[in-house]
T-cell receptor
Framework: NAGVTQTPKFQVLKTGQSMTLQCAQD?????MYWYRQDPGMGLRLIYY???????DKGEVPNGYNVSRLNKREFSLRLESAAPSQTSVYFC?????????????FGDGTRLSIL | GNSVTQMEGPVTLSEEAFLTINCTYTATGYPSLFWYVQYPGEGLQLLLK?????DKGSNKGFEATYRKETTSFHLEKGSVQVSDSAVYFCALYTDSSYKLIFGSGTRLLVRP
């Protein structure tokens, strides 16, 4: 059982380049999330999708877009990468919302913007 | 607004020592509380949770009690092992916010 799979695991971009981070889950979960993790700041929610066909902004959505392609897949796009977007990005999924439901996390994508 | 405050790390202990990692929260309503653990190079894994006051969450020898009167959810373990070395995150969720709010994380290093 793979759980939550993120690709790629590492990526280096130049400022202004675009990129899409991919995420897929095989647990039939309704809700999916994108976080970024920065030193000393914990995880911050970028966007989430409560169910297939819906997406909503989290705490730090500026500079990002998302697509909930189907129930399994939730992608994160950087249209014009900036050095401030250097971070580790985590995708997560849960059965329905957060209460009483653990979020299952992928292993992360380490992204560097030069 | 809702927030979680954790003690600064790193916390360095010898094997078999007692562990406490402090976590306090600010929230409207009645939050659910979580501890997640992140091993090097991996994503976060749920360690334990508590959904109402006085609940005790426990897993793998770790425990935390939901204390509403002190708005705390401190993580404890009686005897740590080298394999417990990781970063630990306290988090809360409320129905009104519909999002999981994380503390900044506390790195634990256990020496043999």
């Amino acid at each position: 059982n793979a759980g939550v799979t993120q690709t790629p695991k590492f990526q280096v971009l130049k400022t202004g380049q675009s990129m899409t981070l991919q995420c897929a889950q095989d647990m039939n979960h309704n809700s999916m999330y994108w976080y970024r993790q920065d030193p000393g700041m914990g995880l911050r929610l970028i966007y989430y999708s409560a169910s297939e066909g819906t997406t909503d902004k989290g705490e730090v959505p500026n500079g990002y877009n998302v697509s909930r392609l189907n129930k399994r897949e939730f992608s994160l796009r950087l249209e014009s990468a900036a050095p401030s977007q250097t971070s580790v990005y985590f995708c997560a999924s849960s059965e329905a919302g957060f209460r009483n439901q653990p979020q299952h996390f992928g292993d992360g994508t380490r992204l560097s913007i030069l | 607004g809702n927030s979680v405050t954790q003690m600064e790390g790193p916390v360095t202990l010898s094997e078999e020592a007692f562990l406490t990692i402090n976590c306090t929260y600010t929230a409207t309503g009645y939050p659910s509380l979580f501890w997640y653990v992140q091993y090097p190079g991996e994503g976060l894994q749920l360690l334990l949770k508590a959904t109402k006051a006085d609940d005790k969450g426990s897993n793998k020898g770790f425990e935390a009690t939901y204390r509403k009167e002190t708005t705390s959810f401190h993580l404890e373990k009686g005897s740590v092992q080298v394999s417990d070395s990781a970063v630990y995150f306290c988090a809360l969720y409320t129905d009104s916010s519909y999002k999981l709010i994380f503390g900044s994380g506390t790195r634990l290093l256990v020496r043999p």
